[in-house]
C-alpha cells in the first residue's frame, strides 16, 4: 500500500527535496557531481539502512520514495515497521538497484528518516516518563515550516496525539488575543459570535477558569502551572469540558503533572528540540 497522510504530497516533498540538492535551476545544477564523475553508469549497490541506537522508527516509507523517485526498478525490502521500538544494530531497509541513483538519494532519504525517528524516540520517552494511561500526551505547532505534517506523524508514531494541525482547524485564544479583547470571556464570546464550534483557551490564573467556561470554552489549556494549581484547576473545572497542561514540562516534571486529573499533557518539544536519531546506510558494490 502507498504511503500517504492527509495534506501531505509526497511525490511533491520528494521531487522539491530532491530539486533542493541537486541545485535544479542554478547555474551548473541538476546534477550529482561526485556520483556522475566517479561512478559509472551502470554500476549497481546493495544496501543496508540500520539503527545505531535503540529507536523508535519513523519515516522508512518516504525514505523508499526518495530512492524509488531516482531508480523506479529498484529492489526495497522493509524489515521494521513504523512505530516498532527496536534496538541498536537493528536492520532497518535493504535496497539493490543503481548506484548513482542510491547515492544520490542517500542523503535526503537520511535526514528524513533520521529526523522523523527522532521525533518519534524522544515522544515514545515523554509517553513512559508520564506513565499514566488516563493523560494523552499532546505535540504542538511548533514544528518546521513544511514538515508539520511529518513530524506530527512521527510523534504518533511515538505514541503522543495530535493537537490542532494549524491555525484553521480549532480557535486557540492566547494572551494576546485576551489583550486586544480586553478579557478571557470576551475573547471567547467573540470565538462563539463567530460560529467556530472548537476554542481552546488559555488561562494562566485559576480566576480565570470560570469566565472562560461560561463564554463557551470547550478546552482549557492550563498554562505553566504546578501541580497544585494544575489540581485547583481541574477541582474548579470538573469534568466540564477537558484539561491540557501547558509550559514547564520535560521528562522530570511530566508524571507528577499529568497526575493532577488533566486530559492532556502538550510537549512542544517533541518537534522543536527532539535529536536525529542514529541511522547510517551502508553500500556494497554488485
Keep these: ?120 524516540t524522544m515522544t515514545r520517552e515523554y509517553v513512559r516518563a508520564m506513565d499514566n494511561p488516563s493523560c494523552t500526551l499532546l505535540d504542538t505547532r511548533k514544528t518546521i515550516p513544511g514538515l508539520r505534517v511529518l513530524e506530527k506523524y512521527a510523534t504518533r508514531m511515538g505514541g503522543a496525539a495530535n493537537h490542532r494541525m494549524g491555525l484553521w482547524d480549532a480557535a486557540m485564544i492566547k494572551d494576546n488575543h485576551v489583550l486586544v479583547a480586553g478579557s478571557v470571556g470576551e475573547a ?38 504546578d501541580p497544585g494549581t494544575l489540581r485547583e484547576a481541574v477541582g474548579i473545572v470538573q469534568g466540564r469540558v477537558p484539561t491540557e497542561a501547558s509550559g514547564g514540562i520535560n521528562l522530570d516534571t511530566i508524571k507528577a503533572k499529568a497526575a493532577t486529573g488533566v486530559n492532556f499533557v502538550s510537549v512542544g518539544r517533541l518537534t522543536q528540540s527532539a535529536p536525529a536519531a542514529d541511522i547510517g546506510l551502508d553500500f556494497t558494490p554488485l
Excluded at 553508469?41 to 526518495?66: C, H, K
Excluded at 539493490?96 to 528524513?112: F, I
Aim: hydrophobic letters at 45%; aromatic letters at 4%; a negative charge.
Design 1 to 120: 500500500m502507498r504511503f500517504s497522510l492527509p495534506g501531505f504530497d509526497l511525490d511533491r516533498f520528494v521531487r522539491e527535496t530532491l530539486a533542493e540538492d541537486l541545485g535544479d535551476g542554478l547555474p551548473g545544477g541538476g546534477r550529482d557531481v561526485t556520483s556522475e564523475s566517479v561512478i559509472p553508469a551502470g554500476a549497481r549497490f546493495a544496501g543496508l539502512m540500520d539503527s545505531r541506537d535503540a529507536i523508535v522508527v519513523a519515516g522508512l516509507p518516504v525514505a523508499e520514495a526518495f530512492f524509488r523517485a531516482l531508480d523506479p526498478t529498484i529492489e526495497i525490502e522493509l524489515l521494521a515497521v513504523e512505530g516498532e521500538g527496536v534496538a541498536a544494530g537493528t536492520d532497518l531497509m535493504r535496497l539493490r538497484g543503481n548506484a548513482r541513483a542510491m547515492l544520490t538519494a542517500e542523503r535526503s532519504a537520511l535526514n528524513t528518516v533520521q529526523h522523523l525517528s527522532g521525533i518519534a
Design 188 to 225: 471567547v464570546r467573540r470565538a462563539v459570535d463567530a460560529g467556530v464550534r472548537e476554542i481552546i483557551c488559555e488561562v494562566d490564573r485559576v480566576d480565570q477558569i470560570e469566565p472562560a467556561l461560561v463564554a463557551g470554552a470547550t478546552r482549557l489549556l492550563l498554562d505553566n502551572m
